[in-house]
């Protein structure tokens, strides 16, 4: 049974930072890609960072610079570093896996299967 926990998010004031977690179980975060997305209510899910299987990163262009995809593997933990906050990152964060994800990463929503519940991140 994979399990994907979000923490982390909060209310932050403009230009400050956070650092989201996503705790696994049931499944090795370095095996595959895994990736961030946001949503704000009545939008689409996007992709905001994304870390391939060998370590390779890729980001959309919005958060380019301010937010860095990580993960502890000992920890079996995916990290998202989220600095110089706009009010525009205030949405749900979401991370997630790609099972089949051996190759490059990707922001494609829908090449990941699982996710994880969601944190809330409101940048004022």
């Known amino acids: 049974h994979v399990q994907l926990v979000e923490s982390g998010g909060g209310s932050v004031q403009a230009g400050g930072s956070l650092r989201l977690s996503c705790a696994a179980s049931?499944?090795?975060?370095?095996?595959?890609?895994m990736g961030w997305f946001r949503q704000a209510p009545g939008k689409e899910r996007e992709g905001v960072a994304c870390i391939g299987r060998d370590g390779i990163t890729m980001y959309s262009d919005s958060v380019k610079g301010r937010l860095t995809i990580s993960r502890d593997n000992a920890m079996n933990t995916l990290y998202l570093q989220m600095n110089n906050l706009d009010p525009e990152d205030t949405d749900m964060y979401y991370c997630a896996a790609d099972p089949l994800g051996f190759g490059t990463p990707t922001l494609l929503r829908t090449d990941f299967e699982y996710w994880g519940q969601g944190t809330q991140v409101t940048v004022s």
């Open positions: 049931g499944y090795t975060v370095s095996s595959t890609r």
